[in-house]
């Protein structure tokens, strides 16, 4: 069955950029659908955060879209997550999923992500 | 920031029947799909309904969608205690470059 891990650092410090890797099992991304960053703050509720398509094309939530980049690597099966300048409002448990517009959108676990000093 | 507005909680009792509202515009729900998601405590959310009123395979028909002009609702009825979570409308914004929103989410106690 298809899945979705997510992976990288648990702790960043504020201004840095933080980096996430979804490693996609039991289907080729460059086969199709699209593929995204979601976010959930402690406590509070969902925010999404982009996708990308397999081809490379991306959308994203305006109101992150100058800090966010999305990009996908088909030879390695995974596609990758990158905000820059965060602040302590970026702490959050990050998910990945595949195409939340389908029948059977697919979620990885989760991985937190704080940012501190 | 979120563009879709819901009731920060509902309650009921086993066996009732509880309807969550979806608040959106013309940009998103009024012309797009609204899909609805389940989350219990700690874990990923779970898509409940798709295309405004469709059910995936696994999920009871306890579940129903509908949608109206700009606004969207989910209905679960014959509650049950396993139904206390959190729930999330969702939609396509055609507005801007287009994204993807999710609603404020409406925390459902069984009482």
């Known amino acids: 069955q298809v899945q979705l891990q997510e992976s990288g650092p648990g702790l960043v410090k504020p201004s840095e950029t933080l980096s996430l890797t979804c490693a996609v099992s039991?289907?080729?991304?460059?086969?199709?659908?699209?593929w995204g960053w979601i976010r959930q703050p402690p406590g509070k509720g969902l925010e999404w955060i982009g996708s990308i398509y397999h081809s490379g094309s991306t959308y994203y939530n305006p109101s992150l879209k100058s800090r966010v980049t999305i990009s996908v690597d088909t030879s390695k099966n995974q596609f990758s997550l990158k905000l820059s300048s965060v602040t302590a409002a970026d702490t959050a448990v990050y998910y990945c999923a595949r195409d939340l517009s389908t029948s059977n959108p697919i979620w990885g676990q989760g991985t937190m992500v704080t940012v501190s000093s | 920031q979120s563009v879709l507005t819901q009731p920060p909680s509902a309650s009921g009792t086993p066996g009732q029947r509880v309807t969550i509202s979806c608040s959106g515009s013309?940009?998103?729900?009024?012309?797009?799909?609204v899909y609805w998601y389940q989350q219990l405590p700690g874990t990923a959310p779970k898509l409940l309904i798709y295309r405004n009123n469709q059910r995936p395979s696994g999920v009871p028909d306890r579940f129903s969608g509908s949608k109206s002009g700009t606004s969207a609702s989910l209905a679960i009825s014959g509650l049950r205690s396993e139904d206390e979570a959190d729930y999330y409308c969702a939609a396509w914004d055609d507005s801007l470059s287009g994204y993807y929103v999710f609603g404020t989410g409406t925390k459902v106690t069984v009482l």
């Open positions: 013309s940009s998103n729900i009024g012309s797009n799909y």
């Open positions: 039991g289907y080729s991304i460059s086969s199709g659908y699209y």
